[in-house]
């Protein structure tokens, strides 16, 4: 019987809470409806994208033809490394606890793509729900479910910049005491934001771009567009969102009318096998 295995992983949106994770802080991410797809269907030898089959050998995968689907943007700040990585794990080795695949994954990251990531991206995309964003306590791997408020509408502008994290200074400011402000006041803001209405997050969004920006992660033209946005009228908040230097912006508005070209983002399932595959 020809060995067939499919995962389905999402990308991420963070809230709040963003370079924290590598500190042992706090963040609020979810899963969203944009997802990667995996097939992987047992061959005589590995064929697909290059660095999909040099993923695929360091998480020791068995002989197969690798498929991706994906509607994930590429570099944008809502890591696609991370989903690829994630499914590669669950296809190669199969059913496992998620924290070990979320580990895995980040194993592969730093081994073969040279990106030194924290495990945010991986635990929003295992660990979210429909509907519910997860609070993510980095010092005690400990993860609990939160009701997302129907009024906190997200929407993502992309800025059209893209950066490879492996070619920057991933992990934002050498300066240890700018670093841990930005950590301690960020992670005030996701306890903040746990019990804020629509328009107090749009606030703390903004204070957290201004952090963001304090430890070396944004860039002029990044905060040019952050600020047209904080701008527009019906915007309640906006930040850069992921690791930096480029991406996607996240923005909090008052309604779908507001940016009417951009749709609102959903609170996704989680990363899965998908069954009867195998």
Request: aromatic residues 4%.
């Amino acid at each position: 019987m020809i060995v067939r295995r499919r995962a389905s992983i999402p990308a991420r949106i963070n809230i709040i809470g963003e370079h924290t994770d590598y500190l042992g802080g706090l963040a609020l991410p979810f899963a969203s409806d944009h997802r990667l797809v995996l097939t992987a269907t047992q061959a005589e030898q590995t064929t697909g994208d290059e660095t999909v089959v040099d993923l695929w050998r360091a998480a020791g995968g068995w002989p197969a033809t690798l498929e991706i689907e994906s509607t994930i943007p590429i570099g944008a700040g809502m890591s696609s490394s991370a989903a690829l990585c994630l499914a590669i794990v669950l296809c190669a080795q199969g059913p496992q606890d998620a924290l070990a695949a979320c580990k895995e994954a980040q194993r592969l990251e730093h081994q073969v793509l040279k990106t030194p990531c924290g495990l945010l991206d991986q635990m929003a995309m295992m660990m979210s729900s429909e509907k519910h964003a997860v609070l993510i306590d980095f010092a005690t791997m400990d993860c609990k479910p939160f009701l997302l408020p129907d009024d906190w509408l997200f929407k993502t502008v992309d800025s059209g910049i893209r950066r490879q994290l492996s070619e920057t200074e991933f992990g934002a400011s050498s300066d240890a005491q700018v670093l841990s402000r930005h950590a301690t006041e960020e992670n005030l803001r996701v306890r903040q934001a746990l019990g804020a209405s629509c328009v107090e997050l749009g606030a703390l969004l903004n204070a957290s771009h201004a952090s963001l920006q304090s430890i070396g992660v944004s860039t002029p033209e990044i905060d040019d567009l952050v600020a047209d946005l904080q701008s527009t009228p019906g915007v309640l908040g906006a930040r850069m969102m992921g690791g930096g230097f480029g991406g996607m912006i996240l923005v909090a508005v008052e309604g779908s009318e507001i940016l009417p070209d951009v749709p609102l983002l959903k609170a996704s399932q989680c990363g899965f096998l998908e069954k009867g595959f195998e």
